[in-house]
């Protein structure tokens, strides 16, 4: 089992930037594909970016050129540098790691960014 806990969000205006960070208990490197995802008030929780076992990324068409994911398998730490925010971006965002053979998905608490205009 792991466990993840997100940190980094916060309150940011409009074209700005923020590091968020996901640290998981144990080593994520070899059976997990890691990811974030996000969840505004009233709407259902999407994608955001994904980052496979290997290292391969996936981005969500709406974060493409602005976000980009990455893992250091060393820390078992993922991380969703986002830059040129909008206010559409305003969500909870949470860690997702998905264990790819038994296709078990855990997730962190989330953290809160919110973008203002």
């Known amino acids: 089992q792991v466990q993840l806990v997100e940190s980094g969000g916060g309150l940011v205006q409009s074209g700005g930037s923020l590091r968020l960070s996901c640290a998981a208990s144990g080593s994520i490197s070899r059976n997990y594909a890691v990811g974030w995802y996000r969840q505004a008030p009233g709407k259902q929780r999407e994608l955001v970016a994904t980052i496979s076992k290997v290292g391969s990324t996936r981005y969500a068409d709406f974060v493409k050129g602005r976000f980009t994911i990455s893992k250091d398998n060393t820390k078992n730490t993922v991380t969703l540098q986002m830059s040129s925010l909008k206010p559409e971006d305003t969500a909870v965002y949470l860690c997702?790691?998905?264990?790819?053979?038994?296709?078990?998905?855990?997730w962190g608490q989330g953290t809160q960014v919110t973008v203002s205009s």
């Open positions: 997702n790691a998905r264990h790819v053979y038994i296709n078990v998905d855990y």
